[in-house]
């Protein structure tokens, strides 16, 4: 994984001033540095800049970017982050193609692809990834996504006119044409949608994001911006037998292509079927080649004492993590284990680093928390594999399930909307009108949803929510997982968003998801033989959060200091009484205000986050309404 960012402009000579404008694409290397601490480079012509740093995963020594082609006097510059599973085979059509390579990165398969048939390319890549490709041949600079925007790319046009592109935002503001600036609809997103944001928004104003399975192409003529996938709706014609016989061989085959690595992989092993799943393929795969995997658990510090069981959060990892461990040293695979901790003040105080790694307010201390513990795992690793996503494709979340989240026309995960507003100040709350906001947004993307003629109402419902979850819910979770990997030089792969899976998975009704009226029914049968049967047959039990009672007192103490500064920006839009009323309040753990965790402490924090944002990055307490 790498970090990426550059400039286009086609009234501009960049050259006249070369030695300026290579500065700043060293600057958008350095405030990218995290994300790709093995090399850095850039490049510079009369129209455009690209820089780039690299994380080395493939081919260490040859791989280095931008990496550029030069045919009939053209150069050909590819400035990438990702990597492409399925590079092995696409090499070998290349190559029968008459293509030539000099090294084994999968950066040079995706510049010798383009070269040989152009953007469609993009089409027979199976990855994740964002880049930006130079053509001079053409005067065209691409930005490209993936297909489920597992990769960031961050874009703005400048006043005059100036696309500056970059993995992270940070990366924009060191252009002299673009400065972090509030609007209005900043903080509709923050306390309407937050730490979800629409897709596209930056949340800065005038910053947007490369639509997941979209490329944009500038040339001289202008900008457009083209999808070159999408999901399809078609009625499942293969058998019960079948459709368990492919889903299983499409997990064994994503999870088995994601172990592509020229460095040692690991795995983040909670105990929940998802990345035990995971974990017990790569142990085995691993074991045939006489090599042990290193898995990862996390969990904080006093969980064993304080931790509340509640039907989002049913039961601890620990023991699950365990078992599994168990599990694959009978089966002769068995794992190198680390138990990761983190303690509440650690917490606490990584909830501005988490901002820092995002340049937003984010999922409060589950960020924070992911962000400490990938920071120890890259000690260990570079590469590790994860269970994510799989609740969205599969159907594992309770607002699949439960009736008031399957009839509510809101966003399920978010469907208080008073907790959202119940802090701001009157004038603030009737201003940003967060219900009505919330209300079109969640309406806007119904009518992207394609709906399948004759199905009836409940399975029509059912298509809905996954297409929310896709867009929305699991965008947040990629986007934390990107960020607080990457923040430490840790690439983080996510097996089960393959395009493959999605895609099959996206028309298999309900009722064989729920294989034998069990949630996630059909990933449980299709991991009969790969984990033992208390882990396979496990509850959900999301990713693990604190329940010492001396967090919450922290957050609130260090809210309080925030409350009580002048110059503390979140004061201009939240209401002293009403909020030190709650902060006085007991918390419930069983009301969350964005999925299943973030609930009361998690609300404060949150709002600490967005008061350091504006903190860091806008200078001036004056209210924007």
């Known amino acids: 994984m790498c970090g990426i960012a550059g400039f286009c402009h086609f009234q ?31 490049y510079l012509t009369e129209h455009a800049g690209l820089s780039h740093v690299r994380l080395s995963i493939l081919d260490l020594a040859l791989g280095r970017q931008p990496m550029r082609r030069t045919q009939n006097g053209h150069d050909f510059v590819l400035c990438y982050n990702g990597e492409i599973y399925n590079m092995n085979q696409l090499k070998e059509e290349l190559l029968a193609k008459g293509a030539v390579f000099t090294t084994t990165s999968d950066t040079e398969v995706l510049l010798e692809g383009y070269l040989s048939l152009g953007k469609d390319f993009v089409k027979k890549c199976n990855g994740i990834f964002s880049f930006a490709l130079w053509d001079g ?106 459709t368990i016989e492919k889903t299983t061989w499409l997990l064994e085959d994503a999870i088995s292509a994601q172990m592509l690595s020229d460095i040692p992989i690991s795995t983040f092993l909670s105990g929940g079927i998802d990345s035990s799943l995971v974990t017990s393929i790569c142990a085995h795969r691993l074991a045939e080649k006489g090599k042990k995997l290193r898995t990862f658990s996390f969990d904080f510090q006093g969980n064993d004492l304080y931790f509340q069981s509640n039907v989002f959060q049913p039961s601890q990892d620990r023991p699950h993590v365990d078992h599994m461990r168990e599990y694959l040293e009978t089966e002769g695979c068995g ?34 928390s992911l962000l400490y513990f990938c920071s120890q795992v890259s000690d260990y690793n570079k590469v590790t594999l994860t ?46 009108a967060l219900e009505e906001y919330a209300a079109n947004a969640y309406a806007n993307t119904l009518s992207e949803v394609p709906l399948l003629p004759g199905e009836d109402a409940a399975e029509k419902r059912r298509r809905e929510i996954s297409y929310l979850n896709l867009r929305w819910f699991m965008a947040t979770l990629l986007n934390r997982m990107d960020r607080t990997s990457m923040y430490s030089g840790l690439e983080a792969r996510v097996p089960f968003a393959d395009h493959r899976i999605v895609e099959y998975l996206w028309n298999i009704p309900w009722n064989l998801k729920c294989y034998g009226g069990n949630v996630k029914g059909l990933l449980r049968e299709a991991a009969k033989g790969w984990l033992p049967e208390d882990i396979r047959t496990r509850r959900k039990s999301p990713y693990p959060k604190t329940y010492h009672p001396k967090y919450e007192a922290l957050l609130k103490e260090r809210f309080l200091e925030v409350l009580s500064s002048p110059s503390a920006p979140i004061n201009t839009y939240i209401d002293r009484k009403k909020t030190e009323a709650f902060l006085l309040s007991p918390s419930d753990y069983g009301r969350p205000f964005y999925g299943q965790l973030m609930a009361g402490p998690q609300l404060i924090a949150y709002l600490l986050q967005i008061n350091y944002w504006m903190e860091k990055y806008f200078h001036t307490t004056d209210a924007l309404i």
């Open 137 to 242: 041949s053409r005067n065209t600079l691409l930005l490209c996504r993936d297909r489920l925007g597992v990769k960031p790319l961050f874009y703005t046009v400048s006043a005059d006119q100036t696309l500056i592109f970059g993995s992270e935002p940070k990366a924009l503001f060191c252009h002299p044409g673009v400065l972090p600036e509030l609007e209005k609809k900043s903080l509709q997103e923050l306390f309407g949608l937050g730490p979800a944001r629409t897709p596209g928004c930056g949340v800065f104003a005038d910053i947007r994001e490369v639509l997941p399975g979209h490329m944009l192409e500038l040339c001289p003529n202008g900008m457009t911006d083209t999808a070159y996938w999408s999901l399809t709706s078609k009625p499942h014609t293969d058998s019960v037998s079948d």
């Open 387 to 432: 269970g994510e996503c799989a609740d969205e494709i599969f159907g594992g979340y309770p607002w699949f399930h439960k009736k008031e989240c399957f009839d509510a026309a809101i966003f399920p995960w978010s469907m208080d909307m008073d907790v959202r507003s119940m802090l701001l100040r009157d004038d603030v709350a009737k201003e940003l």
């Open 12 to 42: 501009q000579n960049y050259l006249t001033a070369a030695p300026y404008w290579r500065s700043i694409l060293d600057s958008m290397n350095h405030v990218q540095k995290h994300r790709g601490p093995d090399g850095e480079g850039t």
């Open 335 to 368: 794992t190198e284990h680390i138990y990761l901790e983190c303690d509440y003040t650690q917490l606490a105080d990584w909830l501005s680093r988490s901002v820092d790694a995002a340049d937003l307010p984010c999922m409060a201390d589950v960020d924070s």
